[in-house]
């Protein structure tokens, strides 16, 4: 109990040493805050908002003439169900008090529009096309200011749409100053664009980590990073939220409609390698259709023969059928072959039916408002819990082939010099046979002069040294780390490729004066005995000879360098063929 205690007092004494050595830095923190807060309050107050966000409705009042001529008071927002391509005009006349300098905000929903006041055109937007491209009808935002004196005059708007579901649909308006209408579209949808950014990141975040780990060939996160940055995309064009960056009307008009076959994709590749591996070739055909559905409902618009939102739905039918196939795969997965992925899966895949049912059905009612931010949240929710489970599963594979690379390291591997070791050796002279690149190889031996006397004499670390400094002097002259090895007890051996004699002859020499600059060190002649033959030069076909003519090489270069040890015991000979 007594050493328990000290242990607990240690480890206290410790923590509050740490927390002591931070304190400054909290401190400074917080009275750089204190003192700025300070500041704001004492400078004297001006109001530099960009808007304050006061915006006023105009959804009062309107007057909508119909077919037979009847005038009919209108409230905004209303349907009034008019047929394709037929121009539904409303007007109201502008109070007396109506304010000098204010602009319009009115949203068309794939319609064109045309205002104006008093007969004067103030905007007209309606589908582009240009040669043989059409530009597809976009949802968009209209700022229309309006001239100084419009009190009094006629305003008179015109929708237009060749969509039945959008013809005769009036939105809200509302008018203000510039900043102030902007605002009131930032405040209403910025915190459904809050959390496509975050789903968006997230996505950003597994590809950058699929990236990272990518040696270990698995890409369920990669898969998932896509279909997290598709589907932020056609979030991000329902958002309402796209004209504050970008003001392209075929993205805007387009963007949704072409992700809705693009982001299904990624997350059917990820089903069929991760979850259902009994089903991927039907899961392989329906990643085909949804990339050839892509292709032909871009085509289509572009010639004009279907608008995007036509195409729409024949997109939604065959994510509903992808739907169809998936769930009841899923249980067969779980029940036939007790795949314990399916299972998580389909949990989680409550919360991505829930929205894509959500989703679904708001496009088959025509009920076209705004992203839920239940939909946002279960997304979010629904890619965090899957992205999860994949990090567990790459965190374990990643631990698989960390060790798979120790091992391997530890087979090809000497421990002692840091060199490959005979087995390494083998395997490349195999590799290079394979290839038929075995008659541009040269090879050298070395061999450690007196390595059993420096042993005896001087010890084994000692001579386990002067492996080491012979191993480090063959990296540095030979600058072939990787074909290098040691394959006995005091034996070494490069392979060069494509090294001819001039070059060889000068690695050769450095590789002299290294060993020659470690002897003067030493108390002891410190030599390295080196051979050397290639196939091209020795006229060869076969490697056990070649290997025999480098032997001989070397031993003959290890004989005359043990009588001339007396007369210079640092100089290093060497014999060539």
Known sequence: MLHIARKLRHCFVLGFMKKQSKLPVYLFVIFVLAWIVVLAVLMPYENLKLSDGHVNDMNDGWTYVDQEGESIGVALPADLHTTPDEPCTISKV??????????????????SVKVTLNGQVLLYAEEEHSGLFYCPMASAWYLIPLPEGAAGQTLSLTFTSPFEAFSGMLNPIVYGNGADVMYSVLHEYFPNFFLIMLIALLGI???????????????????????????????FAESRMIQFFLGNRFLIGGLAYMMIPVFPIPLLCYLREEILPHFRKVLSAFAILFGLDFVAVTLLQLFGVMGFFQTATISNLILIAAMAYTIPSLFVEIFKYKNVSAKHFICYSGLLLACALIELAKFFTHSFDHLSYFSLIGMFVYIIMLGVDAGKKLRAMVQKHSEAVFYEKMAYHDILTGANNRAAFERDIEVLFRNGSIHNVRLVLFDVNDLKYINDTF???????????????MEQAFQSPLH????GGDEFTCLLRDCDTETYTSMRDEFILLIEAENQKLDYNFSVAVGSASYEEAHIDDFKELLQMTDQMMYLNKAKTKSETSANPAKVQSSES
């Open 94 to 111: 502008l109070e007396g008090d109506f304010p000098d300098g204010a602009t319009l905000l009115i949203r068309g929903s794939l319609q």
């Open 484 to 487: 290098c090895y040691r394959i």
């Open 459 to 473: 010890g084994h670390s000692e001579g386990d040294e002067a492996l080491r400094r012979t191993y480090r002097a």
């Open 205 to 235: 975040l597994m590809i950058f980590i699929s990236i990272v780990f990518h040696q270990i060939g698995n890409r369920a996160l990669l898969c998932l990073g896509l279909f997290a940055v598709a589907l932020s995309g056609w979030f």
